[in-house]
């Protein structure tokens, strides 16, 4: 999950495929991944790689634990030569939320209670 402690620093790398090609994408990645094929640093950073069936197309995502300008470029021009992706077709890549809560509000008399009665 992305909340994992071996994710909270990193990201995902999104592709929206045609169902026809989900299972044919899906295979290149997952042999890649354990034949060997991708180079070291960026078979290092994957942690994860999901596929979300829709009615009308899928999403497969690929997470990553560290989401840097060098890891990011690594693993997007990695995807693009395995997947043979046209030059200016652009991935959707994002930072993982990053969760802890809100800070914490000073308690002040301004906002100690803020349910207190009217005057009226």
């Given amino acids: 999950m992305w909340e994992d402690e071996g994710n909270k620093n ?9 169902k026809d090609y989900t299972t044919i994408i899906w295979e290149e990645i997952i042999l890649a991944l354990i034949g060997g094929v991708l180079p070291t640093n960026v078979k290092d950073e994957i942690s994860g790689v999901v596929v979300s069936v829709r009615k009308e197309f899928n999403f497969l ?3 990553f634990k560290n989401y840097t300008p060098n ?5 997007e021009q990695t995807l693009k030569e395995l997947l043979q992706i046209p030059e ?3 991935l959707d890549i994002k930072q993982f939320f990053r969760t802890g809560g809100f800070p914490k509000q000073k308690e002040t008399p301004a906002n100690a209670n803020n349910f ?3 005057k009226n």
């Fill in 71 to 75: 890891v990011i470029s690594d693993l």
């Fill in 10 to 18: 990193g990201g995902k790398i999104s592709l929206k495929l045609k």
């Fill in 88 to 90: 200016g077709v652009e």
């Fill in 61 to 63: 995502q690929i997470w």
């Fill in 116 to 118: 207190q009665k009217r």
